[in-house]
C-alpha cells in the first residue's frame, strides 16, 4: 500500500510539473494575440488583480492583505517587486511577438544562477566550489553568444536579471505568495486600467474592439484569459512546491525554458545555428554542475543530520 508520503510526494511533483509546463507554453498563448505587448501588459494586470481577488475572497484572506498595506516597508518593497515583475513580463511578451523565443529561452536557463548571485549580493550569502564554477562555466556560454553575434544577449539576460531579483525581494518579503501576487497588482492597477482606458477613448483598444459589434470577440476572450492563466501556474507551483524537496523543484523548473526552446526551434524556426549552440551548451553544463552540486551538498547534509541523530540517541541511553 502505498503511504502517505508517497502519495503526497506524486502529487506535488505533478502539481510542478503542471505549472512548469503551463509556464513553458505561454509563447503558444501570446502567439495568439493581435494586441500590442504594452496592451497585452496592462490586461495582464488587470485580470490578474481580478482574478485573484476572487481567489482570495474566496479563501477569506483578503484581510490580511489589507491589514498589510498599513505598513510603508511592505508597500515600498512591494512597488519595487512590481516594477520588476513588470518589466519581466513586457521583455517577454515583446520577445514571443518578435520571434525571440529561444532568445527569451536562455533567459530562464541562467535565472537560477542569476538567484544565486543576488543571494551572495544582497543577502550575503556565501558560494561553495561548485557554485562557483557553474557561474563561470555559464559566464563563459554568455561571453561566447556575445563575441559571435556582436552584442549582449539582453533579452535573456534582462529576463533573467528582472526574475531573479523579483525572486529575491519575494523571499524576503513579508506577504504570501498570493497576498504578495495580489499587491503587486494593486500597485499596477492604476497604471494598467489608465492605459487601457486611454486606448479604449482613442478607438484603439483590442480588448474592448473585440467586445463592439463587428470585433473580434476571441481576442477580447484570450485578453481577459491573461488572468486565470497567469495566476493557475502559480497556485500549481505554490501547492506543489510545498511537497516535494528545494532539489526537485530545482530540477523540474529547466521543463519550461527548455519546452520554450523547442516551441521557438521546431515550431517557429527561429535560429540555432552550431555556434548558438555551444553557448547554450555551456550555459546547460553549468547548469549541470549546479543541479549535482546541489544534489551532493543535500545528501551530506542529510548524512551529517543522521549521524548527529544517532550521536544524540547514544548520549541519551
Given at each position: 500500500m502505498t503511504s502517505s508520503a508517497d502519495r503526497d510526494r506524486r502529487t506535488g511533483i505533478s502539481l510542478s510539473v503542471?505549472?512548469?509546463?503551463?509556464?513553458?507554453?505561454?509563447?503558444?498563448?501570446?502567439?495568439?494575440?493581435?494586441?500590442?505587448?504594452?496592451?497585452?501588459l496592462a490586461?495582464?494586470?488587470?485580470?490578474?488583480?481580478?482574478?485573484?481577488?476572487?481567489?482570495?475572497?474566496?479563501?477569506?484572506?483578503?484581510?490580511?492583505?489589507?491589514?498589510?498595506?498599513?505598513?510603508?516597508?511592505?508597500?515600498?518593497?512591494?512597488?519595487?517587486?512590481?516594477?520588476?515583475?513588470?518589466?519581466?513580463?513586457f521583455v517577454y511578451i515583446w520577445a514571443v511577438a518578435q520571434r525571440r523565443?529561444?532568445?527569451?529561452?536562455?533567459?530562464?536557463?541562467?535565472?537560477?544562477?542569476?538567484?544565486?548571485?543576488?543571494?551572495?549580493?544582497?543577502?550575503?550569502?556565501?558560494?561553495?566550489?561548485?557554485?562557483?564554477?557553474?557561474?563561470?562555466?555559464?559566464?563563459?556560454?554568455?561571453?561566447?553568444?556575445?563575441?559571435?553575434?556582436?552584442?549582449?544577449?539582453?533579452?535573456?539576460?534582462?529576463?533573467?536579471?528582472?526574475f531573479g531579483s523579483y525572486g529575491a525581494l519575494r523571499k524576503t518579503g513579508a506577504l504570501g505568495a498570493l497576498e504578495g501576487l495580489?499587491?503587486?497588482?494593486?500597485?499596477?492597477?492604476?497604471?494598467?486600467?489608465?492605459?487601457?482606458?486611454w486606448l479604449a477613448w482613442r478607438g484603439e483598444s483590442t480588448l474592448f474592439g473585440g467586445l463592439s459589434f463587428g470585433g473580434a470577440p476571441a481576442q477580447s476572450a484570450l485578453l481577459a484569459l491573461s488572468g486565470p492563466l497567469s495566476s493557475i501556474p502559480l497556485l500549481l507551483f505554490a501547492a506543489g512546491a510545498r511537497r516535494i524537496p528545494l532539489s526537485l523543484v530545482g530540477v523540474l523548473q529547466y521543463i519550461s525554458p527548455s519546452l520554450q526552446l523547442?516551441?521557438?526551434?521546431?515550431?517557429?524556426?527561429?535560429?540555432?545555428?552550431?555556434?548558438?549552440?555551444?553557448?547554450?551548451?555551456?550555459?546547460?553544463?553549468?547548469?549541470?554542475?549546479?543541479?549535482?552540486?546541489?544534489?551532493?551538498?543535500?545528501?551530506l547534509r542529510r548524512r551529517e543530520a543522521r549521524k548527529d541523530e544517532l550521536s544524540l540517541g547514544a548520549t541519551g541511553r
Open positions: 503542471a505549472a512548469y509546463l503551463a509556464w513553458g507554453a505561454f509563447p503558444l498563448y501570446f502567439k495568439a494575440l493581435t494586441a500590442t505587448p504594452l496592451e497585452v490586461n495582464r494586470v488587470v485580470w490578474s488583480a481580478l482574478f485573484l481577488a476572487l481567489v482570495l475572497a474566496a479563501r477569506g484572506r483578503m484581510r490580511r492583505l489589507w491589514a498589510s498595506v498599513s505598513s510603508r516597508r511592505v508597500v515600498l518593497g512591494s512597488a519595487l517587486s512590481a516594477g520588476l515583475l513588470a518589466l519581466n513580463w523565443v529561444v532568445d527569451a529561452s536562455l533567459g530562464y536557463f541562467i535565472t537560477p544562477l542569476f538567484s544565486v548571485l543576488v543571494g551572495v549580493l544582497l543577502l550575503g550569502e556565501s558560494l561553495r566550489a561548485g557554485q562557483r564554477l557553474a557561474i563561470a562555466t555559464a559566464a563563459a556560454g554568455v561571453a561566447w553568444l556575445t563575441f559571435h553575434f556582436g552584442q549582449l544577449p539582453w533579452v535573456g539576460l534582462a529576463l533573467a536579471v528582472t495580489m499587491l503587486e497588482q494593486v500597485i499596477m492597477l492604476p497604471l494598467a486600467a489608465g492605459f487601457l482606458a523547442l516551441l521557438g526551434v521546431l515550431v517557429w524556426h527561429e535560429p540555432f545555428t552550431p555556434a548558438r549552440l555551444l553557448g547554450y551548451a555551456l550555459i546547460w553544463l553549468a547548469l549541470l554542475i549546479y543541479s549535482l552540486e546541489g544534489a551532493w551538498t543535500a545528501r
